[in-house]
């Protein structure tokens, strides 16, 4: 119960530092001299998501594993998404970035091929033994 409850909790600190980082201006960072370094940090927000809430819903839920992961790949996605129109929307110095959308869309999708390659490997193991 505890673990399931640090699983939980490390997700929602996860997806809000998601929000507000992508609707936060960074406008005054000095330049990182990395060529679209804000892909790779959109890569790594949707992996971990994807990665944090599987670890919560799947302790909760251990028999649909599969099901679970891939509902929140799509979660991730359409989050991805939503902070976009956001940005648009909300901000005056952020844009809407399709090539964000594209980063966030391989970074769940690494997760979700990683864990569900991860359960086929124990299920594998199990059915040995």
């Given amino acids: 119960m505890v673990l399931k409850n640090?699983?939980?909790?490390?997700?929602?600190?996860w997806t809000c530092s998601i929000l507000v980082l992508c609707l936060a201006?960074?406008?005054?960072?000095?330049d990182a001299?990395?060529?679209n370094a804000d892909k790779y940090v959109?890569?790594?927000f949707h992996f971990v998501f994807v990665i944090l809430w599987s670890l919560y819903y799947n302790r909760k839920n251990a028999e649909n594993i599969f099901k679970s992961?891939?509902?929140i790949?799509?979660?991730s996605f359409l989050f991805g998404i939503l902070i976009e129109l956001a940005q648009q929307a909300f901000t005056r110095t952020r844009k809407a970035d399709i090539l964000d959308v594209f980063a966030n869309t391989t970074?769940?999708?690494s997760a979700l091929i990683?864990?569900?390659?991860?359960?086929?490997?124990?299920?594998s193991k199990a059915k040995q033994l």
């Fill in 6 to 13: 640090i699983y939980l909790s490390a997700a929602l600190i």
């Fill in 25 to 30: 201006s960074f406008s005054n960072l000095p």
């Fill in 33 to 35: 001299g990395i060529k």
């Fill in 42 to 44: 959109h890569f790594t």
């Fill in 69 to 71: 992961t891939v509902v």
């Fill in 73 to 75: 790949f799509i979660v």
């Fill in 107 to 109: 970074g769940a999708f």
């Fill in 114 to 123: 990683i864990i569900l390659t991860f359960l086929f490997i124990i299920k």
